[in-house]
């Protein structure tokens, strides 16, 4: 898997999602919040909704912040309106970038993310430039130092998983959008620890990257990842393990 999923796998790993917890919180809120405003506040009856409770509950927020930011989508609290957007472009090597904002000023997140992918060896295209590369799978990883490979390939085969990818480190679990609730279910019910665990868009064609070009495509990530705008970042490079856990210590 290139991109985007090993680079999250790597940093659930090391523990970087906890020491940035409060702007994953911010992050979820927003998500939470527009997914009440778009679709309703029942999560049984808004899948997107359903989704984001479920990643902020594996953050461990607490639950009053989660009902305060459905109240906030629904109008029963007052609160900021957010809106989405996706910017296109290019990372160093030619990498495709597709980056998922949820903003009040479009202005400044233009701005913003132009001048991350400019100072960083990447530029901003046009819409439709990349998206084409991305498909929307739902994907979950997972250590193979820590858990049964065959009883992983057993379980996602039965909860109808389209796809299971063997890799050094990983165990990675590729499902339909609509699938991928039951496919969590699963491994939940069954008490199986993954590294990653979420709705992505999944990269048909990858870049490889090595040297200086995968130290700048790492910098880039982590640079957009950090701005307040921003919900998620997805590109095609391919960076080799070693590699990645070396530039990443």
């Excluded at 680079?7 to 939470?32: N, Q, V």
């Excluded at 009053?64 to 029963?76: F, L, M, Q, V, Y």
């Excluded at 309106?81 to 233009?110: C, F, H, M, Q, W």
């Excluded at 979950?140 to 909860?159: G, H, N, P, T, Y």
């Amino acid at each position: 898997m290139s991109g985007h999923s090993k680079w999250s796998s790597i940093k659930h790993k090391k523990g970087a999602a906890d020491a940035k917890r409060g702007k994953i919180f911010t992050k979820l809120i927003k998500e939470i919040t527009t997914a009440a405003r778009i679709g309703g506040g029942d999560p049984e009856a808004n899948s997107r909704l359903r989704v984001a409770v479920l990643q902020a509950k594996a953050e461990n927020m607490p639950k009053d912040n989660i009902e305060r930011a459905i109240k906030k989508g629904t109008g029963a609290i007052e609160g900021e309106s957010y809106e989405e957007y996706t910017y296109e472009g290019y990372g160093p090597g030619g990498v495709a970038i597709l980056i998922e904002t949820l903003t009040d000023n479009k202005k400044r997140t233009t701005a913003d993310v132009r001048h991350i992918l400019s100072r960083l060896n990447g530029n901003l295209g046009e819409a439709g430039c990349v998206s084409w590369i991305f498909q929307k799978k739902g994907y979950i990883s997972f250590d193979k130092k820590s858990v049964d490979e065959e009883k992983i390939m057993e379980l996602a085969l039965e909860a109808g998983a389209e796809d299971v990818v063997d890799t050094d480190t990983e165990i990675e679990v590729m499902t339909n959008v609509s699938g991928f609730e039951s496919v969590k279910r699963i491994f939940d019910d069954h008490g199986l620890k993954y590294i990653v665990s979420e709705i992505s868009m999944i990269p048909q064609t990858s870049v490889k990257l090595d040297g200086k070009n995968a130290e700048t495509m790492l910098k880039l990530m982590e640079a957009l990842e950090d701005s307040d705008d921003v919900q998620k970042v997805y590109a095609n490079f391919d960076i080799p393990a070693s590699e990645m856990e070396r530039l990443t210590q």
